[in-house]
């Protein structure tokens, strides 16, 4: 089948099997699916069945989980050579991961923020081109939400992105909620700045989501709600920068409706995504 990510689709979960199974990419919203290989490099049974009949149907995204790119221990590079392996089955040509760190002599299963600064740029995006290396190809790094400071902070944000993937030479996985999290957490950057100021031409991935708020300042990323109308606000003026359309993934990783629900989140990214696609059309 062809494995060719476009349009806007839903992240892969074992309770979600049936409705993806009752599926036509060819018709539906759902283009494509997305999985975390940590989560399947090792599965066997009725839930690597089922999952194997989907990704027949569906074309696959990667995205990593544990692979801390800006940690200080060692790269886990017999890892990054069985995901190799694992996108080689399933002929997957897309993997991305966090602007992270998630271990410390161990893993600490949280994924937890680096310090915005030069000396973190060097060392994180040595450990992607190495990692870049080993798949023998371009992988896109995600901008994560977080909720403290680093007082070492020499840049901000979305300037440490951008210099991360600049020196590493990769691709930017932006997650739209992330900055809108981070900003009303922080109040640090507007939304729409943060877009004004990102990379676009290294984008090749995006993510929408929900998040849980826990007070007018402080929301916190579950993925377990309907996304926000200020997150759709803030995805169509994406959209609307983009010299292309970028494919998008609905995250949903708990508190799960009704596979309808989601199947209409969906359809909105893409209804979004076409809107924004007839517009540089009209322009061109």
Known sequence: MNNHLCGAGLGYKRSLADGFLQCNPEVGPIRFIEIAPEN???MGGAARKKFDEVA??????CHGLSLSLGGQDPLQTDFVRQIKEFMKQYNIGFFSEHLSYCSHHGHIYDLLPLPFTAESVRHTAARIRQVQD???QRIALENTSYYAHSPLAEMTE???LNAVAREADCDIHLDVNNIYVNAVNHGILASRDYIDSVDIHRITYMHMAGHDQEHET?????????????????????????PHCVPT?????????????LEAEVARIAQIQQQAEEIRHAVA
């Open 40 to 42: 399947w490099l090792r």
């Open 56 to 61: 027949e149907r569906f074309p696959v995204a």
């Open 134 to 136: 080993i798949l023998e």
């Open 158 to 160: 979305v300037e440490f």
């Open 218 to 242: 402080l929301l916190i990323d579950t993925h377990g709600q309907p996304v926000c109308d200020d997150v759709w606000d803030l995805f169509a003026y994406t959209c609307s920068r983009l």
């Open 249 to 261: 993934l609905l995250e949903r990783d708990n508190n799960y409706p009704p596979f309808a629900e």
